[in-house]
């Protein structure tokens, strides 16, 4: 433990320091990526041996999505090497991106002793210097992403083909220090056989044996994980109370019966009328989560489920292809740049990503504004335009610290062109406004007949009941707070493209039902996040209870 603090707070010492000298870093990370890669098939393709500035660099490559480079991936990906990277991938992330289709992210050697983990190690300083208690022994941690896969699957010449999570960072990179919290607790690697793909009951499987741990910090990343966690003890409370005295788990033997335990449990869950995580793990401290977009909403009650004083610390701004921004102190949404990683560019959100669009750098970025985050580095990712919109907080020592704001898509039905970050500001005016506590959120263009107006449906979940008028006062306030924080929006309402938005109220747990129904279908919790637009009409139905849906439910 001596060791893994010591690293944790050394690559933070460094990261900070680097915050003094960010543009000499960041010419240094655009003249090593250059000089690695200049042999590549892309590296001569776009002439990186000629390169010596940014300026030269944004002239001679495009601005990439993932579309843009997957003809090099699927290569690399088959057996080709020298494609993007001087270095041969030794591992593929998995993303489900905005489209659900699972990109292929090549990661490097090189890109993650360069890149990734100084700032992977950084993000955990926050957390062990100001609650210490959380380390002291293997199950006080509730890793909710950690999800190991012993026989993954690969692609064809042969790399694991997974998620971030479910790689062991220590065996492939040769670093031994990198398991996160919570990986050698007894939930880390399952003792009961149960099927990949089933996801759902391995959560239970976790919960169920953490139960009876004094767990103190819960690790969720995705927020959508960890605000389903309270759903899930009282879904699953009789089955858990029943295998704690029994000494099941999944129903096989397992340890030793526990019927103290169990009747403590019941009696906590007689004299509040519910259960809560805050009855559970009375030593709860503190949540490691994004703390901003959707969560914005919800986070302030969720915490109340985990106990008084709970820290909520913010995760890092990262994506499966690399990181933006980490938190370097107790900041409740905002990282600083992580200047050593990547070389970075911005573009204005209400722009659009064109491959020649005229990019900012670090120092021109303004508190206050949301921006497209574009990104290089060694790993042989070019000019990425990663699909995340951050907000710039403020600055530290001359630096950007940005908050992530949201995806770069669009809901634009008539010229709207909205985005989710705008309108979940907007939501957060409304709920203040009307003094309603709102849960979760999502919208969609609602169906209409040819030749009508178009018009925006919420579906907003609720913890109380909310009265018709209140209702209508909650819609009439968003609409105006939609129209101010977009132009578009509110042109279109001007020039009647658009009518008023009105709003379904949805009980508390829709969301959650929801999220478990996603989960149901395969798809690996990490990766069912909260969204804002769902135009699919299984889906809304899905949410709203107001259409018939399959068994087998769609992702």
Known sequence: MRS???????????????????????????????????????????????????????????????????????????????????????????SSGTTGAHKKIPVTEGFMHRAFFPFYFAAWAPLIEHFPDVLDRPDAVLNLKHDPRPAPPTTASGRPHVGASQVDLGTRFGEPLSAEPGTFAPWGTLPVQVDENDHLEKTYLRLRLAVESDVRCVIGINPAMVAALPYQLNLWWPRLVKEIRDGTLGGVPYGSPHPERAATLERLAEHFGTIRPAHVWPHMRALFLWTTGMATLYLPRLSEEFGPGVATLPAPVAASEGPTGVALDRHGSAGSLVVTASAYEFLDAESDIRPDSATLTLHELEPGRDYHVIFSHIGGLYRYAVGDVVRVVDRVGGVPRVAYAGRSTRSDAVGERLRDAQVIRALAVAAQATGLDVRNAACRVADRPEGAAAHYEFAVAARDAWSAQETARFAAELDVAVGREAAGYRTARSAGRLTAATVRRLDGDAFLRDWHASVATGIRPTQVKDRMFRQDHTLWGRLTGTAPVSEEGTA
Do not use: C
């Open 4 to 94: 893994y603090r010591e690293r944790v707070l050394g690559e933070r010492e460094r990261l900070q320091g680097a915050l003094a000298d960010a543009e000499g870093h960041q010419h240094r990370v655009l003249r090593e990526l250059l000089e690695h890669n200049a042999g590549t098939e892309y590296g001569r393709a776009h002439s990186f041996g000629a390169i010596r500035s940014l300026a030269d660099f944004r002239k001679a490559v495009p601005i990439n999505d993932y579309a843009a480079l997957a003809p090099w991936i699927e290569r690399m990906a088959a057996g080709e090497s020298n494609l993007l990277s001087a270095d041969d991938p030794a591992v593929y992330f998995t």
